[in-house]
């Protein structure tokens, strides 16, 4: 059965930082595209981040510099490590595997299901 399962979320205070994680089962990693998303209430979902095959990343300009993606394929985990947060970093976060990326992947997973998705782990950042 294939699992994506996110944790590392909480509350944080601005300028601090967490480390999301997301455990991933039943799919060949090593082969999958995979990303961080993000959503808040009243908003649309959002790419946050993108790994491909090869380790090469892409950071949507809200996170560039504060963000960083990263993966381990022997333990088949996907990492997020966020820094600097900021208020507006408040969301749920959730991470998707996708074997056929294409074009924009950032932004055409954020509005759509391709692939494989997880529950979400919240982050809440206070001022």
């Known amino acids: 059965q294939v699992q994506l399962v996110e944790s590392g979320g909480g509350s944080v205070q601005a300028g601090g930082s967490l480390r999301l994680s997301c455990a991933a089962s039943g799919f060949d990693f090593d082969d999958y595209h995979m990303g961080w998303f993000r959503q808040s209430p009243g908003k649309a979902r959002e790419g946050v981040a993108e790994?491909?095959?090869?380790?090469?990343?892409t950071y949507a300009d809200s996170v560039k510099g504060r963000f960083i993606i990263s993966k381990d394929n022997a333990k088949r985990t996907l990492y997020l490590e966020m820094n600097n947060l900021k208020s507006e970093d408040t969301a749920m976060y959730y991470c998707?595997?996708?074997?056929?990326?294409?074009?924009?992947?950032?932004?055409?997973?954020?509005?759509?299901?391709?692939?494989?998705w997880g529950q979400g782990t919240q982050v809440t950042v206070s001022s």
């Open positions: 998707s595997a996708d074997p056929f990326p294409g074009a924009g992947w950032l932004l055409t997973q954020a509005a759509h299901d391709f692939g494989y």
């Open positions: 790994i491909d095959v090869d380790g090469r990343t």
